[in-house]
């Protein structure tokens, strides 16, 4: 059983909107969860991330005011609103999960890891 599944990726026109949402067991209630994306021949990069009650968020300056990183514990989902596209956002998106919050920005502190969605944004 995969323990987070990524959905919502998709082409998208620059300047539009494009919601990504990930599911994960009821494990990941208590854990730190996060946005990364990797775009072809780049290495993975953080993009946001979320502490398991909601109260801190953390966002990479390149997506900052475009992107909201949100949970629902209640429904085991954490979604990335993302907003004012531009084609330097296309990548494969991945969803993932620590405790804590050392290194968060950091892939390697990162125990589980979604499969990915793809995001397109054409110009």
């Known amino acids: 059983q995969v323990p987070l599944v990524e959905s919502g990726g998709g082409l998208v026109q620059a300047g539009g909107p494009l919601r990504l949402s990930c599911a994960a067991s009821?494990?990941?209630?208590?854990?730190?969860m996060a946005w990364f994306r990797q775009a072809p021949g780049k290495e993975r990069e953080f993009v946001a991330a979320i502490t398991w009650g909601g109260g801190e968020t953390y966002y990479a300056d390149s997506i900052k005011g475009r992107f909201t990183i949100s949970r629902d514990n209640a429904k085991n989902t954490v979604s990335l609103q993302m907003n004012s596209l531009k084609p330097e956002d296309t990548a494969v998106y991945y969803c993932?999960?620590?405790?804590?919050?050392?290194?968060?920005?950091?892939?390697?502190?990162?125990?589980?890891w979604g499969q990915g969605t793809q995001v397109t944004v054409s110009s």
């Open positions: 993932a999960a620590k405790i804590g919050t050392l290194d968060i920005r950091k892939t390697t502190s990162y125990v589980y």
């Open positions: 009821s494990t990941f209630t208590r854990w730190t």
